[in-house]
Every structure is written in structure tokens, then in C-alpha cells.
């Protein structure tokens, strides 16, 4: 069974740090792996899909990293911003399951 | 393109009522995913359709939950006779394939 977690739990960083929120993952017979955003009372905003035979992937100032066979990926955030603040939630997706398991996300707070 | 389309967004019922849920896929999506986030915790499966067939039901409550993706028209989510633990945010995401997920609004449902 595909059990994904996520560390820390809760961050709060100053405007302007570079910073890292990890996920790792039990099973590594993965077809892709995805990071979402979710704001407070909001639905979950797709930030980069990674697929299992990438290393990475970059949009702006996310870059997301994958390395399967240790089961982990890294969202690396850089210059962070007050805007920046959400919940950020990493997702595997099995290929013979058809479905995405959750992290339980990392609570950002970027603060001025 | 519109995205993923969740309504309502905000559902109240009374215990034992039914509750109804509909989610529009993205235009060219024939894959449709429930998933539950209850209070305080990560997003669970609970079920995969393609039209007008059930792929994956593993993550559905055995009792009074269904859900249908008919040939025409939204899917639906079916919960028979709430109970306050029904209380949740009921997200619906869909995909071209086994590929990236793209997520709705979702529904949050409050049993009163």
C-alpha cells in the first residue's frame, strides 16, 4: 500500500528565503508524482507534474525534484513571497491503481 | 476552456437527507475522480469513473455512497442518509488519461 509523507508539517519563513518542503513515498513503482497548492477553503491548484522517468521539473520559482528509487521529491521555492503562503501538497499517482495518494501537506507561511 | 466545474460549492444537510454532488470534467476529459478531504486531513481516493462505467471503487464507503458518470451530463456523487461524519470537502478532478489530474472547487458538504 502507497503511503506518502510530507515534512515539515508547518513552515514559516521570512519574505525573500529560498526554501524546501519534502515528500516521500512508500512504494516507488510510481507513474508520475504531482505538487499541488491549496489555499484555505480553496480546491487544489496543479503546480508541476513530474513523470517517473524525469528528474525534475521547473516552472518559475518552483523547481520540483524526483528520485524514485529512494521514493523522494523535493519543491524547492525560491525568493519566497507572502503570496506564497498555502498548503502545499505532494501526490503520487500509481500506475496500476489509477489514482493519487495524498500527502497530508506542508502549511507555508511566508511572513513580511 | 473552463475547468473542472464542482455545485454547489457549499451543501448543507440534515441528518438522513441526501446529498448530491455534480462535477463537469474539463472539456476532453472522460476520466472523473472523487475524492474526500475530511477536517484536519489529507485528500483520500475514493473512486475512478470513465463514462458510464465504475473503474475503481476501492476508497467508496460500502454503504449509501455512489457515484455515476453517465454517457450525457455531470457526474454525481450520491450520498444517501448523511451523517454528521459525512461532513467534508468533496473534490472532483479529471484527466485526458492516467496523466496529470486537473481538480475542481470541490463541495463542502456540511451535515447539521
Known amino acids: 500500500k502507497q503511503e506518502v509523507t510530507q515534512i515539515p508539517a508547518a513552515l514559516s519563513v521570512p519574505e525573500g528565503e529560498n526554501l524546501v518542503l519534502n515528500c516521500s513515498f512508500t512504494?516507488?513503482?510510481?507513474?508520475?508524482l504531482q505538487w499541488f497548492r491549496q489555499d484555505p477553503g480553496k480546491g487544489l491548484t496543479s503546480l508541476l507534474l513530474i513523470q517517473s522517468s524525469q528528474r525534475e521539473q521547473t516552472s518559475g520559482r518552483l523547481n520540483a525534484s524526483l528520485d524514485k528509487s529512494s521514493g523522494r521529491s523535493t519543491l524547492y521555492i525560491a525568493a519566497s513571497q507572502p503570496g506564497d503562503s498555502a498548503t502545499y501538497l505532494c501526490?503520487?499517482?500509481?500506475?496500476?491503481?489509477?489514482?493519487?495518494?495524498f500527502g497530508t501537506g506542508t502549511r507555508l507561511q511566508v511572513t513580511l | 476552456n473552463a475547468g473542472v466545474m464542482q455545485n454547489p460549492r457549499h451543501l448543507v444537510r440534515r441528518r438522513g437527507q441526501e446529498a448530491r454532488l455534480r462535477c463537469s470534467p474539463m472539456?476532453?476529459?472522460?476520466?472523473v475522480y472523487w475524492y474526500r478531504q475530511l477536517p484536519e486531513e489529507g485528500l483520500k481516493f475514493m473512486v475512478y469513473l470513465q463514462k458510464e462505467n465504475i473503474i475503481d471503487e476501492s476508497g467508496m464507503p460500502k454503504e449509501r455512497f455512489s457515484a455515476e458518470f453517465p454517457k450525457e451530463g455531470p457526474s454525481i456523487l450520491r450520498i444517501q442518509q448523511v451523517v454528521r461524519g459525512d461532513s467534508a470537502a468533496y473534490f472532483c478532478a479529471s484527466s485526458p488519461g492516467q496523466i496529470e489530474a486537473f481538480f475542481g472547487q470541490g463541495t463542502r458538504l456540511t451535515v447539521v
Open positions: 501526490a503520487v499517482h500509481t500506475g496500476t491503481a489509477s489514482k493519487l495518494t
Open positions: 472539456k476532453g476529459h472522460s476520466h
Open positions: 512504494d516507488s513503482a510510481i507513474y508520475n
